[in-house]
């Protein structure tokens, strides 16, 4: 077989059903190690590609190989390299630069509602479309506005509200053009720094989906990983807590370069707002971290109980919390101070945003 022949490529959204299964490939990234360290897909085998003629023995023969890299150029070089040895492969296209934006999405129904969980893989992010009967609300867009559009439009929703739970510091919003889009209401916290129009949330302010089922603002605000940090609420079945709390962690209160106070708020917020809910209720954050597996077909949730024993924050008293949140905020999620101008409005994006957005989410304490 010819050596161009033994190279193809596989995109994101052809990857991404296979990881979750037993056809799942043997992923092989030829970034250097400490790229890899920093932001990875789940399951990859590192080998830098410098060093990859030497270590070929290490590369299995016998399965399927995908060679994965920043943007596709490296893994294209270490596809060669492999073909040399008559070693087939495909590359991911557009490397992580692609999966930073490949999306999938869970639904299920909650307190008389639909909910559609919109993962955005590579970056962490979850966003949603909650709907019932003809409107819909969309919580924490980013910017590909275009799925939440699609979701609306095979449920026959119409999109009344959009919502962002805070400032974003580590992805672009697309609250804005989704509301600009759809012709919907766009609601947003004024203790977060907006410049632009939007009507100011207060507590306890609801949206009917259908009768007798509402979404409404439940903490305005949950201050602490922002000052403007919202919580929506549906029923006593589900709650959105943002970047409030995570499945793994609690948001980190350092990004206005206040860490002590925002911990102070934090803390308020979680056993104010948060932790006096029911057991029961499906907490739905904005973002999952490494540690967190994500499954096809299953939501990124976890009932509120199985936090509250699990997560040893929420068992500190203030004091230790305030230590313990100031002591394990580590590296700040990249571009992050111009992002936050441009959710705020306060410059305009220049570009689309890819550069601006690679690299993992790190709205969590460690």
């Given at each position: 077989?010819?050596?161009?022949?033994?190279?193809?490529?596989?995109?994101?959204?052809?990857?991404?059903?296979?990881?979750?299964?037993?056809?799942?490939?043997?992923?092989?990234?030829?970034?250097?190690?400490?790229?890899?360290?920093?932001?990875?897909?789940?399951?990859?085998?590192?080998?830098?590609?410098?060093?990859?003629?030497?270590?070929?023995?290490?590369?299995?023969?016998?399965?399927?190989?995908?060679?994965?890299?920043?943007?596709?150029?490296?893994?294209?070089?270490?596809?060669e390299?492999?073909?040399?040895?008559?070693?087939?492969?495909?590359?991911?296209?557009?490397?992580?630069?692609?999966?930073?934006?490949?999306?999938?999405?869970?639904?299920?129904?909650?307190?008389?509602?639909?909910?559609?969980?919109?993962?955005?893989r590579g970056?962490?992010?979850l966003?949603?479309?909650?709907?019932?009967?003809?409107?819909?609300?969309?919580?924490?867009?980013?910017?590909?506005?275009?799925q939440?559009?699609?979701?609306?439009?095979?449920?026959?929703?119409?999109?009344?509200?959009?919502?962002?739970?805070?400032?974003?510091?580590?992805?672009?919003?697309?609250?804005?053009?989704l509301?600009?889009?759809s012709?919907?209401?766009?609601?947003?916290?004024?203790?977060?720094?907006?410049?632009?129009?939007?009507?100011?949330?207060?507590?306890?302010?609801?949206?009917?989906?259908?009768?007798?089922?509402?979404?409404?603002?439940?903490?305005?605000?949950?201050?602490?990983?922002?000052e403007?940090?919202?919580?929506?609420?549906?029923?006593?079945?589900?709650?959105?807590?943002?970047d409030?709390l995570?499945?793994?962690?609690?948001?980190?209160p350092?990004?206005?370069?206040?860490?002590?106070?925002?911990?102070?708020?934090?803390?308020e917020?979680?056993?104010?707002?948060?932790?006096p809910?029911?057991?029961?209720?499906?907490?739905?954050?904005?973002?999952?971290?490494?540690?967190?597996e994500?499954?096809?077909?299953?939501?990124?949730?976890?009932?509120?109980?199985?936090?509250?024993y699990?997560?040893?924050?929420?068992?500190?008293?203030?004091?230790?919390?305030?230590?313990?949140?100031i002591?394990?905020?580590?590296?700040?999620?990249?571009?992050?101070?111009?992002?936050?101008?441009?959710?705020?409005?306060?410059?305009?994006?220049?570009?689309?945003?890819?550069?601006?957005?690679?690299?993992?989410?790190?709205?969590?304490?460690a």
């Amino acid at each position: 077989m010819a050596r161009e022949e033994l190279i193809s490529s596989i995109s994101t959204y052809g990857l991404l059903p296979l990881l979750d299964t037993d056809d799942c490939p043997y992923m092989l990234d030829v970034r250097e190690i400490d790229e890899v360290a920093d932001w990875q897909i789940p399951g990859v085998h590192n080998i830098p590609l410098d060093t990859l003629e030497k270590r070929i023995d290490e590369v299995p023969r016998d399965q399927h190989l995908v060679v994965i890299c920043a943007m596709g150029a490296r893994a294209r070089q270490g596809a060669e390299i492999l073909a040399r040895h008559d070693v087939a492969s495909e590359v991911l296209d557009g490397g992580m630069g692609a999966w930073a934006s490949t999306y999938d999405a869970v639904e299920g129904e909650f307190a008389g509602a639909t909910v559609v969980q919109i993962r955005r893989r590579g970056k962490g992010c979850l966003s949603y479309v909650v709907g019932g009967a003809t409107n819909a609300v969309v919580i924490d867009p980013s910017r590909e506005i275009v799925q939440y559009l699609d979701v609306a439009a095979r449920h026959g929703w119409t999109i009344t509200h959009v919502l962002d739970t805070h400032l974003h510091a580590d992805h672009l919003s697309g609250a804005r053009e989704l509301a600009a889009e759809s012709g919907a209401a766009l609601w947003l916290n004024p203790a977060d720094p907006f410049r632009f129009e939007f009507e100011p949330l207060v507590d306890g302010k609801s949206i009917e989906l259908k009768p007798g089922v509402d979404l409404r603002v439940s903490s305005v605000s949950v201050p602490g990983h922002t000052e403007g940090s919202t919580m929506y609420q549906l029923g006593e079945h589900a709650i959105f807590t943002g970047d409030t709390l995570f499945l793994e962690s609690v948001g980190r209160p350092d990004l206005a370069d206040e860490a002590e106070a925002f911990a102070h708020h934090l803390y308020e917020s979680l056993h104010q707002r948060v932790l006096p809910l029911s057991d029961e209720i499906t907490v739905f954050p904005a973002h999952f971290g490494p540690s967190v597996e994500v499954h096809a077909h299953e939501f990124v949730a976890r009932e509120l109980g199985s936090l509250r024993y699990e997560l040893a924050a929420l068992a500190l008293d203030e004091d230790d919390f305030v230590a313990w949140a100031i002591a394990n905020v580590k590296d700040r999620p990249g571009n992050y101070k111009e992002i936050v101008r441009i959710n705020a409005g306060q410059v305009d994006l220049e570009a689309d945003g890819v550069d601006l957005e690679m690299g993992p989410n790190r709205c969590a304490i460690a």
